[in-house]
């Protein structure tokens, strides 16, 4: 699939992502090390994000979001 990759910003918001949905694009949002980051481009519908600490990070949205 085709794609964007960016580094993490505040200037990332629905608009953006539904552009680039709207052309078939996904998006790869790097570095992203906190936990309130990594949930609000989750909850933009990004595809993936790139951490400094994956184990960390992980558990963090597993906790946010009521999972083990």
């Known amino acids: 699939a ?25 998006l790869h949002v790097w570095t992203v090390n906190e936990v309130e980051d990594a949930i609000r481009l989750a909850g933009l519908g990004v595809q993936s994000l ?8 992980r558990e963090e949205l597993l906790s946010h979001f009521g999972k083990e």
Do not use: Q
């Not at 085709?2 to 996904?26: H, Q, R, Y």
């Open 2 to 26: 085709d794609g964007v990759d960016v580094g993490n910003s505040p200037l990332i918001d629905e608009k953006f992502v539904e552009m680039l949905a709207g052309n078939n694009l996904e």
């Open 50 to 57: 790139t951490t400094d600490r994956p184990g960390g990070l």
